[in-house]
């Protein structure tokens, strides 16, 4: 029987139960990743990977693991995986596209819903015990109807966000390779979309072009008080350019789900900032959608060994 290494628990046991008729299954039953140099090991002999974006698929992880077929990641992110190298040694490499679009997107809204509100700020203050009397002046927020909503990559999960933003009465653009005549919003370059949007939301995938590509030559193009939003990868932002911006007040303040590292040292400056909201990397953390991602990682493993066709391949 092929073996198969799945690098954490799946949402479902009937997930394994399924893999379990085709494979000898391999589980990392803890509940942080395997070391990359665990990894290696249990992946000896391996004739598929089930992995997370937390596993570092490398050139050296490659040539050391000579067995491999498949790498069915269960995100729809692969910047984990050295992509072509994979392919160089007929590694097929697969992703989980699609089912997680809505869930990111309602995430991204919710963002900006929070920030527009102040509303961590306003629960922060209560903690710090500085509710007083209703007061006409205290914690103004923004109106979401009516504001503008940049997005800088227009992709799948980009798509989604404005077509809830159209519905949220924004007006909304978008910037990216080239015009796409279906989407919901204006095609504007760049620089004309960070100069007028007031909330900016980045929604790109990570890889050489776009790692650390947004820095504080584009913060100072932004409005003073614009809000940018980050459902994709941290390292597509230049975070130490991030911090310098929001101190300077060059930006308004800015919501990351991603941050560069995952998680964030807990002595990092934007947690300390009362206008950064950060969450723990949640934009697919729906019980539906990540038991419908690992579902799908799964039928990648099954259709390439039974059929030799991996539905969701990328490489
Ligand atoms: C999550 O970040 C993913 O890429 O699926
Ligand atoms: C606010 O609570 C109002 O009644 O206007």
């Known amino acids: 029987m092929k073996k198969i290494f799945i690098t954490r628990m799946l949402p479902e046991k009937s997930l394994i139960d399924d893999l ?6 391999d589980v990392w039953g803890k509940d942080y990743p395997p070391s990359y140099e665990e990894l290696i090991i249990r992946s000896k002999n391996c004739w598929g990977l089930l992995t997370m974006l937390t596993e570092k698929i490398d050139k050296n992880f490659i040539n050391k693991t000579q067995s491999l077929k498949i790498i069915a990641n269960m995100a729809v992110g692969y910047d984990n995986i050295d992509i072509a190298f994979a392919k160089k040694n007929n590694i097929v490499v697969t992703n989980t596209p699609d089912v997680l679009t809505n869930s990111t997107a309602e995430l991204t809204i919710a963002l900006i819903f929070l920030m527009s509100k ?4 306003a629960n922060l203050a209560i903690h710090k015990k500085e509710w007083k009397e209703w007061n ?48 919901p ?10 100069t007028t949007s007031d909330y900016i939301s980045v929604h790109l995938p990570l890889n050489n072009e776009t790692k650390y590509f947004l820095n504080y030559q584009h913060f100072k193009k932004m409005k003073s008080d614009a ?15 991030l911090e310098k911006a929001i ?16 998680p964030l040292p807990y002595s990092s400056k934007l947690l300390m900032m009362p206008n950064v909201f950060i969450s723990p990397h949640l934009g697919s953390a729906t ?17 390439f060994s039974t059929k030799g066709r991996a539905p969701n391949k990328i490489n």
Do not use: H
């Open 20 to 25: 379990e008729k085709y494979f000898d299954v």
């Open 227 to 241: 809000i940018l939003i980050n459902t994709s990868r941290g390292k597509i932002i230049n975070q130490l350019d």
């Open 185 to 194: 919003g204006n095609f504007l370059n760049l620089n004309e979309l960070l």
């Open 287 to 303: 019980k539906k959608t990540r038991y419908k991602m690992a579902k799908l990682a799964v039928s990648n493993l099954i259709s």
């Open 136 to 183: 006409p002046t205290w914690m103004l927020g923004k109106d979401i109807n009516g504001s503008t909503l940049g997005i800088i990559g227009p992709g799948k999960i980009g798509f989604a966000v404005a077509s809830l933003a159209k519905k949220l009465n924004m007006q909304v653009s978008y910037s990216g390779k080239k015009e796409k005549k279906r989407f």
């Open 118 to 121: 102040r509303l961590s700020e």
């Open 247 to 262: 101190i300077n007040k060059t930006i308004g303040g800015a919501a990351l789900d991603v941050t560069d590292p995952e």
